[in-house]
């Protein structure tokens, strides 16, 4: 039974929920980065409040596969302030052939588990992505729950931003091409036609690499920000993953704005580990950082490998490799896996 005086503050009190922001700083604190000059940082909940001041989008990007992004990302969703700013949430780690399964799952109907699983599970990054780490169903699950005590018309709506691929459909890898190219395009069409359209606000939860801005006329044209940007005219405010060594003495989870700092001018391919961005300046490509910790720091968020002992699945994901021409080493989806992320050298911009 319900409990009528259950309110939505008391709900984020008993769950821990209300806490959460604190750990993410709510003020500014001036940081001297390792006598390089000092830099403002901020919790990220604080970050993305005053961005919806000025703009009707803000996009947080991640560096794929990292858990202290996604550690950061719910402690954003679950800031009491944060349906106030935010109408809708687009995600890349869904798929909009599943939207309404998705809708029905964050307004608090039942869904059965073995349908909520296709939304993250059946999107153009299958089987190389499968989804199936549990950071992707507990953004889903927090979301719900967040839901929970808000009236109906101000409830978080979750829009899934992966084209509607059909993966019963998919025999021939031209056919999986065919919506890999539509992925910038198709997000950028749902924010317009969902989000601005309609007079709402929206946060964006993407990979950094589709909401960097251009940083010169042609470069990145075809990603979804700057799509956006050019066919309606309306900026949105970017924060991207990033790390650098001169940021070490800054709080982790906290975010950075790229202006006034040496982080304007920062070689972009270098700080965000992505050498087709070297040589353009981090401040042309981003608003603010987010600052999660040293890459040595930095954990992955792994599946259950007894996931892939379901045959049934293991056998569609094996079906899906081999239309690839089996690129991808589904036996380490079974294997347990380091929680640290993988070493690599690091990238040179010279």
Known sequence: MTD??????????????GTAAGGLLTTSSTVSSKGTGEVSARGLSQAVLSAFEHHRL????????????????QMLLTDPRLPDVVDDIVVEFGNALYQPVIDRFVAGAAVEDHVLRQVWRNTTQSPGGTGDQPIR????????????TLPAARRIRVLLGDPPIDWSRITTQDQ????????????????RREV????RRALICYGSGHVTHSPERGHNADHAVPLIEEQTGRRVYVIVAGSHPRLAACPRRTVIACSGNWLESADAGQFMDAPRLCGFPLGKLADA??????LKDLTQPLWNPAIFLDPAYWAELQRRNAINGN?????????????????????SCA
Do not use: C, K
């Open 196 to 199: 601005l359209a309609r007079n």
């Open 176 to 191: 999986v091409d065919g919506f890999l190219a539509q992925r910038d395009t198709h997000m950028a069409s749902l924010v």
């Open 4 to 17: 009528p005086q259950l309110t939505r503050r008391r709900f984020l009190a008993v769950t821990g929920a």
């Open 289 to 294: 950082v987010l600052y999660l910790g040293q």
């Open 137 to 148: 169903e507990q953004f889903f699950r927090t979301v719900r729950a967040v839901n929970w």
């Open 58 to 73: 803000v996009a947080v990007g991640e560096s794929h596969g990292q858990q202290e992004h996604g550690d950061a990302q």
């Open 327 to 347: 690129l991808v080493d589904l036996e380490a989806y079974r294997r347990q896996q380091p929680i640290s992320l993988p070493s690599s050298p690091p990238v």
